[in-house]
């Protein structure tokens, strides 16, 4: 029986090429429980199979894996484990759980790469534990992913629904569904905030080691949160002027963090609402770090209309996000984000190509993707005015 097609264009595609035409008949064959059989014995195909069974299968397993390393942050077994290894004893005491409960978790913890074993019985932290230790930002995002694990519990009513499907995300992200963003008190802004700046350092490094700010005067940042993007970029290029545009209260948070940072003389915050209230003026270089992901195209395009005509010709814009495509980390955008974003209620993951051509119709010269040390957390993108 045919799939429906609602929603869809009907129109007449073109024949399939024969190589699609091949592929097809190829996956039917895959797909068949002799065919799976066979290619498991077959010498030439094993290793191929087995290693496609783990990678499936590794996918089914993927909310098992989280909760483990959950678990293990909630009970602050890296920290417990960051001088050195430990006898199973000492973690069972330590975490409070029973002999069973601390092998369980540990046997699930070593086989993900978290914790390792030693000799004689010990435990270790592992190649993927151990930099999670002193990581306060990607600790702060483990933890809060218990609001996503819980809106995505029902993916295809969430698929079905979309942004009008109520969720724990949107409450939490308060600005994505407010009528009236610029009226949210510090109290509403204070959780997401936190998180925000918490796992923001990783990025303004890998920015600030990518492109160079020091031929530039002034800098502002829109939708720049609590202002950690400016003060890393403070501390780097000491002559640099740095202005941050925000709702009025996280503006207020920012103002307090520059200034107890030392930036209080060269560093000015403005409230407003960035999708009606104009842009200070002054800058030569803006900044946009995380802040498209999560508004939709129309905005997204009012917005660097409002950056460009805030820029003086020959000013920069740096916008800093989560590419989708990005090579070698395709699924950070089209999986992750994607429906992370759905949960949240508002905006997507977009490749290069689409905010360079965004870039364009907004008014700016020229644009270029620039590499950054961690594509997986930070694409980069560099326009002139």
Known sequence: MPLPAAGFV??????????ERVRDRWNRLVATDGFQRWSARFPLTAPVTRYRSRKLFDVVSGFVYTQTLLACVEL??????????RTKMEIAEFTGLSSSSTERLLNAAVSLRLLAKRRHGRIALGPLGAPVVHNTGLLALIRHHRMAYGDLAD????LRQGSNFSTELSRYWSYADAPSPQAISDTRVEAYSEIMAATLPPVAHDVLDAYDLSKHECLLDVGGGEGVFLSHAGERHQHLQLQLFDLPAVAA???TRLANAGFGDRSTCHGGNFHTDPLPTGADVCSLVRVLLDHDDASVMRLLQRVRATLPR???????????GARGAETVGDAY???YLLAMGKGRARRASELQQMLQQAGFRKSREVRTRF???TGLIVAEA
């Open 337 to 339: 984000f994607s429906f």
């Open 253 to 255: 948070r920012a103002r």
């Open 76 to 85: 602050r077994l890296f920290e417990f484990l960051a001088d050195g290894a």
């Open 375 to 377: 594509p997986i957390q």
């Open 10 to 19: 009907d129109h007449v595609l073109p024949p399939a090429p024969w190589w």
């Open 314 to 324: 020959g000013g920069t814009l740096i916008i800093a996000e989560a590419l989708a």
């Open 155 to 158: 993916p295809v009513a969430l």
